[in-house]
């Protein structure tokens, strides 16, 4: 099974878990928790901001490009769905 890892694609820093997205509704949250909709509001984020202030970089990249290993992911669970179906 293949390992989904999230970090930053521009610097490599990998959140901890902690609540350091803050939403324009005023809402500070894990974006990862919630696959970056806020748990308030529900405004559904596209981008994500790197947390300089705990080891990251500023930069900003689309939320889905920060989940590493997906496409793997997805081979395998469209191979184990197609494998379904033949039996």
Known sequence: ??????????CNWEPDGGAYWRC???????TFETAARCPQCGKQWEDTQCVVSHGGCTGVSPHLDWYHGLDNWLREQLESIRQKSLT
């Not at 099974?1 to 521009?10: D, F, G, L, T």
């Not at 324009?24 to 894990?30: A, H, Q, T």
């Open 1 to 10: 099974m293949s390992e989904i890892r999230i970090a930053c694609p521009k």
């Open 24 to 30: 324009d509704c005023g809402c500070v949250w894990d």
